[in-house]
């Protein structure tokens, strides 16, 4: 089984500019999560769709993320613009459904660098 | 704010040891689950032990679960190498919500 796949792996940008990043997760799984992950500590959810839905999006600062799911299957994220305190690991998770016993499935991250 | 907090935060031990790591949480929980990071395999779910659960084994982790004092357990045994990783507690507080992660250094 394929397992969550993201792109870029890593990013490195200047302040004020944008960027996007792409997330497909396992086949057949109705439910993807946006995290970010600051050095040193652990994920925070930015952003959970249930299909094409937003189920919660209450940690994404919506001034300047945002993001979409419009055929339910994959995602992007995209900062515009940048800060320096963005630079982070963004980190998509899939899992079946949204129940919270699923277990998420992570992808490898997108290491963000803001300059 | 964080749901879980692990202690300790950094943990250094010798290959074949037991390694233990604590978490705490703050509001009452239905579950709650264990992730390990490393660079090699990104974050992947280890085992999820549910509210009416005191304990849980798979392979060579333990968990356990106090309710009363909102606090679990994650137990490595024969601690190897390939253990070294940061270990996260997570529980749904709404939504799965992570603690800071104990970082686990295992040394041959």
């Known amino acids: 089984e394929a397992g969550v796949a993201q792109s870029p792996r890593y990013k490195i940008i200047e302040k004020r500019q944008s960027v996007a990043f792409w997330c497909n997760p396992i086949?057949?799984?109705?439910?993807l999560y946006w995290y970010q992950q600051i050095l040193g500590q652990g994920p925070k959810l930015l952003i959970q769709f249930q299909n094409n839905g937003v189920v919660d999006d209450s940690q994404l600062p919506k001034d300047r993320f945002s993001a979409e799911r419009l055929k339910g299957v994959d995602s992007t994220l995209k900062i515009q613009p940048a800060k320096l305190e963005d630079s982070a690991v963004y980190l998509c998770?899939?899992?079946?459904?949204?129940?919270?016993?699923?277990?998420?499935?992570f992808g490898p991250g997108t290491r963000l660098t803001v300059l | 704010s964080q749901q879980g907090e692990e202690d300790p935060q950094a943990l250094s031990i010798q290959e074949g040891e037991n390694a233990t790591m604590n978490c705490s949480y703050k509001?009452?929980?239905?579950?709650l689950q264990w992730y390990r990071q490393n660079s090699g395999r990104g974050l992947v779910h280890l085992i999820l032990?549910?509210?009416?659960?005191r304990e849980k084994h798979s392979g060579r982790l333990r968990v356990t679960l106090d309710t009363s004092k909102k606090s679990s357990s994650l137990l490595i045994t024969a601690s190897r190498a390939a253990d070294t990783a940061s270990y996260f507690c997570?529980?749904?507080?709404?939504?799965?919500?992570f603690g800071q992660g104990t970082e686990l250094s295992v040394k041959p």
């Open positions: 997570a529980s749904p507080g709404g939504k799965l919500i």
């Open positions: 086949s057949g799984h109705a439910t």
């Open positions: 998770a899939s899992s079946y459904s949204g129940r919270l016993d699923n277990e998420q499935f």
């Open positions: 032990i549910r509210s009416n659960e």
């Open positions: 509001t009452s929980i239905n579950n």
